[in-house]
């Protein structure tokens, strides 16, 4: 199969966990020894989150005294793709003797008439006075909204439309090569009036933009990797209970979180509806029991699901015997 | 032909220069845009330097209140490859429309038993104190020596030996991909007891490693350019004069400044020497006169080089009329 895996930040930088790069590399290789299996059967690309680096990043950025204004947030994106590819590329490469491996820079496009570029949500960076956001909107154009009894930046989190460089990261899975990219959803760019792509100050959900990946990739499966080992159904309530199998159609008339499980919960919904293609969340240290259909969230056309052990076919209503990529 | 260009560290940032994002943008689009003619004729390898930029994010790392440790030399590196990666391939991808261009993380292989870790002698980070340098020596088993009137660290500089992914970027540059990689010289590893790979604190040469990958990628032409329009005979004499045409055992007779033009001359002679190939070393903005040979330093087996123009075979006494890859 081909699977595309979106990696929770959870299993870079647990809550709590101080952000030196040793206790990241750790957290690095325990997810890439989960998914490693994987990989020796299957054609995989791996994104992953960048949320608590790129903040880091930003307020080091912010801080720093050489700088006239700090890095925006493409740049910032980037370098959290440099650092955590790195990471990544390493580990992956000494848990697949024999197998190649690649990190890669990745752009995704958003479009300038987005909405979400109208109304900006995601908090990013520093707090401020009320003073200081008055100035830093005059300075340098920010919209600045309270948080609390601060001032924070917010920005926009458009939709991701395309990975920039998805014929590369194909022509590379075609090669056997076990692709990382698109690093806390790709860099935003949007085109502007001459075609040319421009880094643009905004989030990009990398759940999201994982499902067009997968999408574009022609992916068998998309698996989101989190740190919880379902989704829930009645979150917080007493009748809280895990889903192991559903249709797109059964997720959507439920309610999640809108920061946390519903863009998850959205990206496997469109991959499957756009693709009749195969969906699972769950724990990154379950990846393998998640194939093989015995653990987490397996989200399928008619709902249904066999799994795949061994690297044979999967069994759904959808694909009802026909040949999957395997 | 196949050319793998080494660019310097000034095509990113000049002398003076606030290390601002904006700047460095504008700067890496006049040096993509001397170079899109180039790619557009030929197999293109890009390497840069990131002296710099390591510098700033060094800084601000060790500044950082929420780290324990700053980053080390590995992820620093790493977190370059990424910011500049990213805008040289966006800068790229618009100055060539229609060809695919890849910026990927890359490792270089160095050795533990190389000589330069034993002896470092390459400063790096913030200066100190004499008693904040046998702190950090203490608590960090970092060495430090004086540097004017304070202490800073210094690291080894080993020879590069092999970029881990060269397979990679082979079967890129075979795809008609233009590929952006080794950044820095490469984010120096070594192979532990059990053949895995470990990032190690140390500054790989970006010249030479440019030099391993030209000879491992059977490069035709290894391009190093710089902010001077050649190499200099006789350097600060009144006998200066520019060199347009040597070879390597001519600039061996030579002397030249460890810190910059060595490297760079001992990089052009080396390949040479190894691969009967050609080398120039000159300025970013005479990327195309180079090649042509009407400009800069051009070093061959027999010292002699013709051109290359409208994509035609270079003729020198080495290649003797041969097929030389066009």
Redesign the interface.
């Known amino acids: 199969m081909r699977i595309v895996i979106a990696l929770g930040g959870n299993a870079l930088l647990k809550r709590g966990q101080?952000?030196?790069?040793?206790i990241q590399v750790a957290n690095v290789e325990t997810a890439c020894r989960a998914l490693a299996p994987l990989a020796r059967e299957h054609e995989i690309v791996i994104t992953h989150g960048n949320g608590p680096q790129v903040g880091?990043?930003a307020?080091?950025?912010a801080?720093?005294p050489?700088?006239?204004?700090p890095?925006?947030f493409?740049?910032l994106g980037?370098?959290?793709?440099?650092?955590i590819?790195?990471?990544m590329?390493?580990s992956l490469?000494?848990n697949l003797?024999g197998r190649?491996v690649?990190?890669?820079?990745n752009?995704t496009l958003v479009m300038e008439s987005d909405p979400a570029f109208d109304h900006p949500t995601k908090f990013v960076g520093e707090v401020y006075t009320e003073q200081e956001a008055v100035e830093l909107t005059a300075a340098r154009g920010w919209v600045m909204k309270p948080d609390g009894e601060h001032f924070r930046r917010v920005v926009g989190s458009p939709r991701p439309q395309r990975v920039?460089?998805t014929?590369?990261i194909r022509?590379?899975l075609d090669?056997g090569?076990v692709v990382v990219c698109a690093g806390g959803g790709g860099?935003p760019?949007v085109r502007d009036e001459h075609?040319?792509?421009?880094?643009v100050e905004a989030v990009v959900d990398k759940d999201l933009t994982a499902a067009v990946l997968a999408e574009h990739l022609d992916a068998d499966l998309l698996m989101i990797l989190t740190d919880v080992p379902a989704v829930i159904d009645g979150f917080g309530t007493d009748a809280a209970r895990p889903i192991h199998r559903a249709t797109p159609k059964m997720l959507r008339a439920m309610d999640f979180p809108d920061g946390s499980m519903g863009p998850k919960v959205e990206a496997v919904c469109r991959f499957v509806e756009l693709t009749g293609g195969i969906s699972a969340i769950g724990r990154f240290e379950d990846a393998v029991q998640l194939v093989a259909g015995l653990a987490g969230t397996v989200v399928t056309p008619g709902g249904d699901y066999g799994g795949v052990r061994d690297n044979q076919v999967p069994v759904t209503a959808a694909t009802n015997g026909q040949k999957v990529r395997a």
């Open positions: 101080t952000p030196d790069a040793a880091v990043l307020l080091q950025s801080s720093d050489n700088l006239t204004i890095y925006p493409d740049t980037a370098m959290t793709q440099g650092m590819g790195y990471w590329l390493q490469q000494n003797p190649d690649a990190a890669i820079i752009q920039i460089e014929k590369l022509s590379m090669d090569t860099i760019v075609g040319n792509r421009v880094g």
